[in-house]
């Protein structure tokens, strides 16, 4: 996505008050020691209340856990911007060190394959102006390069501080990235959903779901006690494992450092109310499982799982209509699939939100040179994904014996 695309003015237009006034009686800190990270966690969660960003992704938990389990490589960088003992906005930022010509490299926190959306920078209500402004002031002055991930593309805080950053003479890019296919569930029953929904994909769920309770003593289990969490997520993980280990295999729920950072996220969820985990029982057995969290007023799917032995019977299908209806049944505003575009996704929402890449570069020679580079790899990138599988597995193999 082009920065036309996305609207931002033209660096020759007449500057915005919130960048030609910053208001002298605004500071700026940054947190780099996790102690101090720590004593953050109400007032972050007060302020993401606060704010237009109000998502389970941004809350301290998520983010803190992240930071625990899958921060290799990076350090804290988070930036706040207060009036007296206020805060007004954070930044949650890591540094990733610094670019090849010395600018400093920040991201936001929980980029990565944990698969966070809706990043952004938090805001209090009525406070963009002031604050973005001056972060916008010290990230000028830091000579800061930004690679700011899984942004909404309406009313983010995160394209206001790019389009400051533009205006003071930043390199600013724009990619869209991916869809969060999600459901209105405003003023609907279970049923007036499902009638919503295409004839074949409602009469497949009925079908299924009459047959599975009719025919296999099918019982679906809300997991909502920590000693059921930790006897069932396992469970998950090796549910999720078996779904995808025919089609190649799945990182999202496996490798270093994400079991651990689903033991403890699930058991501070829990403990929060935010929890959503579900397993769909045939009998004595484990056939599917749900992963989900409800925030505020919206239902997130985040994963799942299931027997390949019972995917005849649809497990899978049953699990997320059920789910549904669930999410229904307690009156949840939103039930929100997040990113990826699998058409199984698409049976279900109508609706989707976009997400996309900001990119951030100083301004001069320098920043233009950082620019071109991080075009250049982002090309390859593409080509490679063109490419066939095999033949991308034989230049990797070759790149690796060529640097030994």
Request: proline content about 3%; glycine content about 8%; aromatic content about 10%.
């Amino acid at each position: 996505m082009s920065a036309e695309l996305l609207r931002f003015p033209s660096p020759r237009a007449t500057l915005p008050v919130s960048l030609a006034v910053v208001e002298p009686g605004l500071r700026v800190d940054t947190i780099d020691d996790p102690a101090r990270f720590a004593a953050l966690r109400d007032p972050w969660n007060e302020l993401l209340e606060s704010s237009s960003s109000n998502t389970v992704f941004l809350t301290w938990e998520w983010l803190s856990t992240w930071c625990a389990h899958l921060s290799a490589g990076t350090k804290l960088h988070v930036i706040t911007v207060r009036r007296g003992s206020q805060i007004l906005a954070i930044a949650p930022f890591v540094s990733r060190g610094t670019s090849l010509l010395g600018a400093l490299r920040l991201s936001f926190i929980g980029t990565g394959r944990v698969g966070s959306d809706y990043l952004d920078i938090l805001v209090r209500h009525g406070a963009a102006a002031e604050a973005i402004a001056k972060l916008s002031a010290h990230l000028v002055q830091t000579d800061a390069q930004l690679d700011l991930a899984q942004v909404r593309v309406s009313a983010s805080a995160a394209r206001l501080l790019a389009r400051d950053l533009r205006l003071s003479g930043g390199l600013v890019g724009a990619t869209r990235t991916h869809r969060c296919p999600y459901i209105d569930l405003k003023g609907l029953t279970f049923d007036s959903y499902l009638a919503s929904l295409g004839s074949e994909h409602r009469y497949n769920f009925q079908r299924k779901l009459r047959k599975l309770e009719t025919a296999h003593a099918m019982r679906f289990e809300p997991v909502d006690s920590e000693a059921r969490r930790r006897e069932l997520l396992p469970v998950l993980f090796e549910l999720h494992r078996l779904r995808w280990s025919e089609r190649g295999g799945s990182d999202g729920l496996s490798g270093e450092g994400i079991r651990g950072f689903h033991e403890e996220w699930s058991r501070l969820a829990l403990s929060r109310g935010w929890l959503r985990f579900f397993i769909l029982w045939l009998k004595d057995t484990p056939a599917a499982a749900f992963y989900g969290f409800r925030y505020g007023r919206v239902f997130s799917f985040y994963q799942s799982g299931f027997d390949p032995r019972f995917s005849k019977l649809s497990v899978g299908l049953v699990t997320m209509g059920l789910a549904i209806r669930s999410a229904l049944d307690e009156g949840a505003a939103e039930f929100d699939l997040l990113h990826g575009e699998e058409s199984y996704k698409l049976h279900w929402a109508k609706r989707s939100r976009r997400l996309f890449r900001l990119s951030v570069f100083p301004g001069g020679g320098l920043g233009h040179l950082a620019r071109a580079g991080a075009s250049a790899r982002e090309s390859a990138r593409r080509l490679m994904r063109r490419l066939p599988a095999r033949l991308v597995s034989r230049l990797t193999a070759q790149r690796r014996g060529g640097a030994q």
